[in-house]
């Protein structure tokens, strides 16, 4: 461990005090550390992840961040919106549990400065509350791995998809509206419409070994599995995966309204 604190330490300290450093520098060290974070125990994990966290932010509070994108750094993604005025930064680390906790950043462009939104969260075996508005401050944890800009009744919003992962039990995958306002920022605007109720977010829940596709089709529809009860010899609680079929939400005049059983073919 004290080799590992020595590694850390020479990479942040290089960061701070060279303004010139670039990019692919950037991505070796958080490569690096992310390599050494996976085999660290459980208590040491928070002290590298504090040090990636640094590297993160020196990035991410750059004028450049809109202009930039980082490169070949395996386990962090790093999403712009198609209206390229939000950037999404995040990453997941596990714990010897199989749970994981999440890091992520939303930088928010504005004229004067960039509003930058920083959020922790971590797995919670209980779920996640698919009727209540988080702030930055009680964010439940996902890694987002897409996002899409759109219009209601006058507000910039965002639809994001996120994955909320355990190695063992059940994983989430997560369709969430994101607005910001003078608070800062929120999660849960109420512009989804499933059969005439409003939802602040859709969840699919499923067994962690099985695989649930959720994707945008095109910027005005999102698709995904439809899924079912399966049970099993093992266990008399039911298990839930693909049923083999797809679901939607197309967005129609500021509202996402969900379609059951859809042929994506003619989704445009």
Known sequence: MKRIC??????VISFRSNVSYCQSDLSRSLNLMYDRIIVASDNDKPIINDSIR???????????IFKNQLSGVKFLGELQSNDKNLKIV???????????????????KNKKENRVFKLEGKYNVAGIDSSKVFGADDWYGALYYDVRHFRSNRRDLYMVLGYDYTALGESRKIIDIVGFDDNGIYFGDGVLDMNG???KRHILKYSSDGVVSLRFHSNKSVVFDHLAAFLNEESSVPSYGSALSFDAFILEKGIWKFYSNVDIRNQK
């Open 90 to 108: 995040n990453w997941n680390v596990m714990d010897s549990d199989g749970d994981n906790s999440y890091y992520c950043y939303f930088i928010k």
């Open 54 to 64: 640094t590297l993160v932010e020196g990035y991410i509070y750059s004028d450049t």
């Open 6 to 11: 020595i590694l850390i330490f020479l990479a």
């Open 197 to 199: 109720a409003t939802l």
